[in-house]
């Protein structure tokens, strides 16, 4: 009893993103309600042209109700159903919330299953390019994340091998973090490479020690010494900032540094969002729910806080109104659905994107590739930079 009750202790540490960004955006209230009224307007097509049995009911806008946009509305480690009631929520907002397939709101099951349906698109005519054989086949990548049970069937059958720093978790006990990043990247239904093969090394994130991030990437170093010049690890994506001036990580950063550039010696891409601009070269951008592979209709930021993006050296890449796997326990497989994901999520999804292009040109080395996904970038009327698939890999065809 004593151990699962340290268990419940720590679990919401481990199911909570690590990132500051994204709470910052989702505190700031005042502009989250001016702005999810502009998200929400352009849904209502999507939500009243609805043809399921369920009975979607349009709220007064007079009217206070307790689930607010962007609210975190996720079952939790309860057997039984969340359930949400007609009246305490506005149907419009659920494209806002963060929910899974324990959660029910009453009155709009049918829409609710649709979003989380659609979230599973990655977005940026990633599809399309899969329809050609574009799927990242063969290219082998690393993930340093949070403890991962394996099993899941959105990508058990990627996992090329599996290492833990020290977790120090229970086999039956797994996290949010995990499952979501390994299947932005890689999934088979929601990923943006989902032939990609995937080196996963998990690390206790909550402990705030960059030393087991470092361990976890020299490990993935290790296993790419191992391998033949034709079956290299390209990219290893990393959700999080072992290194700088940050509240999360306060121990070894120096460990950390060391790895990376160990790593980058061996002409391995590392993505993550320390204060380097070599690994920090993504931000959060978010595109139109409804229309998710028209990047006309990308902007930078969260949906609750849309910014402008005028650093060159920064190319946004969408985090939200994403479908991610799920499994905190063992067997128990599922899906949740974030209206506002973190920068967590940007990460995987761009080393997805090189893995795409290194697919389709394994020669590509690591500073050529990352030249190619600048120049390629979409820049809106803002002048934001957002990144750009499909003309990142039309530009790696011509160079055949």
Known sequence: MKKIFTLLLILPMILTSCNKEATQAMNNNSQSFNDSKTITSNIDDFTYNNNSSSNVQNTPQNISLPLKPYTDIRQTFSSESKIFQVGEFDPKDIITFTFNEGTVLKGSEGLQKKI??????????????????????????????????????????????????????????????????????????????????????????????????????????????????????????????????????????????????????????????????KTHFITAAYYDPQNPDDITLCKAGYPSSPSSLPNKNLIGVPCSFRTVAEEYVTGICSYEYFGQGGLSFAVPYAAGVLALGWQVNPDLDKDTIMKLLFDTCYINRDGSRIINPSAFIDRINGLK
């Open 116 to 277: 989380l349906e659609n979230g599973k698109n990655p977005g940026l005519l990633i599809k399309s390019l899969h329809e050609k054989g574009i799927t990242g086949e063969g290219v082998n990548v690393g993930i340093i994340d949070q403890n991962l049970l394996i099993n899941h069937p959105e990508f058990k059958d990627k996992i090329k091998e599996y290492y833990d720093t020290g977790c120090n978790m229970p086999d039956i006990i797994g996290s949010m973090h995990g499952p979501a990043v390994i299947s932005i990247l890689a999934g088979d239904t929601i990923g943006v490479a989902p032939e990609a093969n995937v080196y996963y090394a998990a690390v206790p994130s909550w402990l705030g020690d960059s030393k087991y991030y470092a361990d976890g990437l020299n490990w993935i170093i290790d296993q790419n010494k191992n391998l033949p010049e034709s079956e290299k690890i390209r990219v290893v994506s990393v959700s999080a900032s072992p290194s700088g001036d940050n509240f999360s990580f306060t121990k070894n950063q120096e460990l950390w540094d060391k790895a990376v550039l160990n790593a980058q010696n061996e002409g391995i891409l590392v993505i993550d969002y320390s204060e380097n601009d």
